[in-house]
């Protein structure tokens, strides 16, 4: 399979993955507080990316682990797991995921101020126009907002920054490492959020299944994601992100009978054609460049 299919499939898979992770934590947090499902999840991620590392001959030790971009990325992971759990735990699943697909044109706009990439007046108002279609979902203001969506945008605003961090960190660090740090910020995000709620509970055996999927659907869409961006060019498979908010909504509608709104559809709808918009647009600058 050439890299020009194999990357888009991965990238697909991926968010497929990330979605049924979505759905069975969202499941979890009903009965469970959102601290100890994070803290399980942790535990769980970090386990099954340790044994990846040692199977692979990975040292869990890396002189970079406390540079500081992996010291950002850190801070921004585990404000980015708490906004986007405490998300899918008050909100719809549909709309918290179509709040996060707007990462992208965040990371578009962070790359400018960190990075300074030049971004023309067209893609900055597609990245504006895209946050309009942040405002729909959210409707501040109107009868239908509701508060806790706001987890959601500190969610993507903590995944972007990540996203921006991991950009910066060293190439040297493997992926299985920073699976490990990344599941241990899971665990540290989980120690903060139930040492205010409290209420810890023994899982019961259905629930413990649903941490065994949710870890195992987890650590797939993340190799998955991996292998995607290894697999041809970032500009063709990018763009397959979005079918993500597809899977989310279908699960909402299957699974928590959750039936998004003419503006939830339609912000959402605004939010990947801006993202599709951007990256189409940084192709062709790339390939004038």
Not at 55 to 60: E, H, P, Q, R
Not at 190 to 209: D, H, K, N, R, V
């Amino acid at each position: 399979m050439g890299n020009t299919i194999r990357g888009p499939i991965l990238m697909v898979l991926a968010m497929l993955g990330f979605a049924f992770e979505d759905m069975f934590v969202k499941k979890l947090t009903v009965n469970l507080p959102v601290g100890e499902v994070l803290i399980l999840f942790g535990l769980a991620g970090m386990l099954v990316f340790f044994v990846i590392a040692r199977l692979g001959g990975v040292s869990i030790r890396h002189p970079a682990a406390t540079s500081r971009p992996m010291l950002a990325r850190a801070g921004c992971e585990i404000t980015g797991r708490l906004g986007y759990t405490l998300a899918l735990a008050f909100t719809p699943l549909s709309s918290a995921s179509a709040i996060l697909q707007a990462a992208p044109l965040v990371v578009a706009a962070g790359a400018v101020v960190f990075f300074g990439e030049k971004v023309g007046p067209r893609r900055w108002s597609a990245i504006a126009i895209g946050f309009v279609g942040v405002l729909l979902i959210l409707r501040p203001g109107l009868d239908g907002f509701t508060p806790a969506s706001l987890f959601a945008v500190v969610g993507m605003l903590g995944f972007a920054g990540r996203d921006l961090a991991t950009r910066a960190a060293p190439v040297s660090m493997p992926n299985a490492l920073l699976g490990i740090y990344g599941f241990l910020m899971l665990f540290i995000a989980g120690l903060i959020a139930l040492s205010f709620s409290g209420g810890a509970a023994m899982p019961t055996l259905a629930q413990w299944g649903w941490f065994a999927l949710a870890t195992g659907f987890g650590v797939f869409g993340y190799n998955a994601l991996t292998m995607a961006m290894r697999s041809g060019e970032i500009a063709v498979v990018a763009p397959f992100r979005y079918t993500r908010l597809v899977f989310a909504m279908v699960l909402g509608m299957v699974v928590f009978a959750e039936r998004p709104d003419t503006l939830t559809l339609l912000g959402s709808a605004i939010i990947v054609g801006s993202g599709l918009y951007t990256v189409v647009r940084s192709r062709k600058r790339a390939a004038i460049g």
